[in-house]
């Protein structure tokens, strides 16, 4: 064996380890990269996935940004112990186009940018031998793809885990639209018994035989329930076999209350040997949405405070590492969110498993965007543009059904009904998503009057009255209205949102233009705290979603401090900072003690004089300045304190606010420059 195979065997032994069952490798390092144009020898760059193309140019808003193919090769070494076995390529999510090549043969094409697939490759490597994997990828545009447009970036590349996957010949399936092969359906819960039914679909690639499936349902290490069935496999079958699970005493996830999961575990045996195994998570809930109620979980309302996520990030991109999913849910829990519209695609695994593990009501969609406030279309008649949908609305079903979190199923956002009418085609996508799912409800994103409203089982208004012009009043009106006119409709708000930059700072409250560059922060603050309240007010709302949590990138927006971003995220894109918004939203929403001030990077004045404002979920908060008490305030019903007109002495003010409570002080500060001019200080001195 060459030193070069035999470093790369031992490699596979140490992530592989031959004993176990289903072995997994990541593909992540020594891909070479280069563009469809690079064609000399040596053009490549060796990159490491999770990895984008479009880091520099999306990002700094240049607004033809790469859209074009870029390949990724590397070499896979094959185990000669694993002949006789299976072997499996998982893509976890490549944007948009995906065309697999092994040993310069072509594997097939995967089109959607945001859902994983799975390419058998048992027979097509050769076994002992480096073989030689190349991806190409496209993100190009085409009309054959959903989405055709969208207000954020397609970054182009493999921007999620690739993975070698080797399995038994009989094994739990991997390419039922790569899905985990099992699906859980909760039939019933009482006090004290549920009934979980299990579809496990099997695939057999060898000799008939005889095997046994067998299904635990676990609290931690504790086995609730077990099943078992035996199976006469024939040779080369597919099947699909149903258990019925029954858990005694079951314990509920309960949202962020109480986000309880069981781990179940499905393994096939032959002659007394683990064939294969998969782990899903199990939640059990009940949850309906009522038109005059809400949303109504394990029996009780729970207004759904949520958020809209994109995936990306500054620098990055779409090339998250779990980390970054990780401090995402982190920062939506420190708000006190207990719901998330995963908007406007499929999101990685992680973030789905996040979801389950804290509790967050999730929103889960496929990419049918409208153009919104853009020119182009997001629908095209055309039969590969239909069943493209078709496909990505399958995926994100097969692929994410086992999580309690889901709890909606997205079907789309903004589409017109003028030109290529997408109505018909989104009630055939509504039958697809109860045939794939006979539990969840549909919904989607609207921003216009007409039928499409009418398909879902539930339907949310995107919203901005007070940010693309109007003001916040009319959403009041148009949720009295719409409710008054159709009180069957179960009403929520996809998005609400306004931009805001960290750097744009102004004393006055005035409203702005948004394709300006001025997007002040207060502006911000004020139309959160006036449409948070109007939400708050109305029951029948069953959520609300802002847009969004984060900026994210969308390269042909010139606006704001930046050119590139949509700034409506509460946090910057980089998430190293959140705005004052921010805190209205975690004094509401979180009940740990809290204290913030606003307008601490608004450091300057010209007047002397500032409204002061603090958000806090504590009985009484004192304001000092200079280190004088100024008095103390009670908070009213939305958090927020405000101290009106407070004069500043000419140069540095110290402000503080400051609660006590239980014995537990809280304080928060800034510093405030008041500029010592003539002009200033003569005024001040007539007062
Ligand atoms: C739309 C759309 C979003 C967009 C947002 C905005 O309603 O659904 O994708 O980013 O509005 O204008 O910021």
């Known amino acids: 064996m060459q030193r070069k195979h035999y470093l790369l065997v031992m490699l596979a032994c140490m992530t592989l380890p031959l004993h176990s069952q289903r072995l997994q490798q990541q593909l992540d390092k020594d891909w070479d990269f280069r563009f469809s144009h690079q064609v000399e020898r040596g053009s490549s760059i060796r990159i490491a996935i999770p990895h984008t193309w479009n880091t520099q140019d999306a990002l700094s808003g240049k607004i ?40 310069g043969k072509c594997l097939g094409e995967h089109r959607g940018g945001y859902s994983a697939f799975v390419f058998e490759i048992t027979d097509r490597v050769n076994y002992g031998q480096t073989n030689t994997l190349l991806v190409r990828v496209s993100n190009a545009e085409r009309l054959d793809v959903m989405p055709l447009v969208g207000d954020f970036n397609m970054y182009g590349g493999i921007y999620r885990d690739v993975h070698l996957i080797v399995t038994d010949p009989t094994c739990i399936s991997l390419t039922d639209y790569a899905s985990p092969g099992v699906y ?62 029954n858990i005694r005493n079951p314990h509920l996830w309960n949202g962020r209350k109480d986000p309880f999961l069981y781990q179940t575990e499905f393994t096939l045996w032959a002659g007394g040997q683990l064939l294969d195994k998969v782990v899903q998570p199990l939640g059990l809930r009940t949850y309906r949405v009522d038109p005059e109620k809400g949303f109504i979980l394990n029996g009780e309302s729970l207004k759904l405070r949520g958020v809209c996520r994109h995936q990306d990030r500054a620098e990055i991109g ?57 020119l182009d279309k997001g629908f095209v008649d055309l039969p590969e543009f239909r069943e493209n949908g078709k496909e990505q609305l399958k995926e994100l079903i097969r692929q994410n059904y086992n999580h309690p979190s889901i709890c909606f199923w997205g ?50 208004w995107n919203r901005y009255d007070g940010w693309y012009g109007g003001d916040p009043n009319q959403l009041a009106k148009f949720l009295d209205r719409t409710h008054r006119d159709h009180p069957e409709l179960c009403i929520g708000i996809s998005e609400y949102g306004a931009g805001a930059s960290i750097y744009h700072q102004q004393d006055t409250l005035k409203q702005t ?57 509460l946090v910057t894109f980089d998430r190293k900072n959140k705005k004052d918004a921010f805190y209205f939203y975690k004094a509401n929403w979180n009940p740990e003690p809290m204290l913030h001030l ?41 958090a927020t304190v405000i101290w009106k007109n407070v004069a500043l002495q000419p140069g540095k003010n110290e402000i503080q606010v400051r609660t006590t409570d239980r014995g537990k002080t809280l304080t928060d500060h800034a510093e405030i420059y008041v500029e010592k001019t003539k002009l200033t200080t003569e005024k001040l001195q007539k007062k």
């Open 598 to 638: 606003t307008g601490k990077r608004n450091h300057r004045s010209t007047t002397g004089k500032r409204d002061i404002m603090a958000f806090t979920n504590r009985k009484e908060v004192e304001l000092l300045v200079n280190g004088q008490s100024i008095g103390k305030a009670i908070p009213d019903t939305y």
């Open 184 to 245: 859980l359906t909760t039939k019933q819960i009482g006090k004290d018994r549920a009934e979980v039914a299990a579809t496990v679909r099997i695939s057999n690639q060898t000799d008939a035989r005889e095997i046994i499936l067998r299904a635990e349902v676990k609290d931690q290490n504790h086995i609730v329930c077990s099943e078992e069935r035996q199976i006469e496999l024939k040779a080369y079958e597919e099947l699909s076999t149903n258990l019925l699970l």
């Open 318 to 374: 779409n090339a998250l590492l779990d980390e970054h999913h990780e401090e995402d849910v982190q920062i939506m829990l420190e708000m006190g969110a207990n719901a998330v519209r995963l908007a406007h695609y499929q999101q990685a695994e992680t973030m789905y498993d996040l979801t389950d593990k804290h509790g967050l009501i999730t929103w889960a969609e496929i990419p049918f965007v409208g153009p919104g406030g853009y």
């Open 513 to 569: 233009v948004p394709v300006s560059y001025w997007h002040p922060e207060n502006w911000q603050t004020y139309y959160h705290m006036a449409n948070w309240k109007i939400l708050n007010e109305r029951p029948f709302v069953w959520g609300s979603f802002i847009w969004n949590l984060f900026d994210f990138g969308a390269a042909h927006r010139h606006e704001g401090d930046r050119n590139g971003i949509n700034d409506k995220g």
């Open 411 to 460: 079907l789309f956002n903004e589409l017109k009904e003028s030109g290529d009418n997408p109505t018909a085609y989104v009630e055939e996508l509504n039958q697809l998503a109860h045939s794939e799912d006979s539990v969840r409800p549909t919904t989607a994103a609207s921003n216009q009057n007409g039928q499409l409203n009418f398909i879902t089982d539930c339907i949310a």
């Open 64 to 103: 033809d940004y790469k859209r074009g193919i870029g390949n990724y090769e590397r070499k896979l070494y094959i185990d000669p112990q694993w002949q006789g076995k299976r072997l499996f390529l998982r893509f976890e999510g490549v944007n948009s186009v995906a065309d697999v090549f092994l040993n």
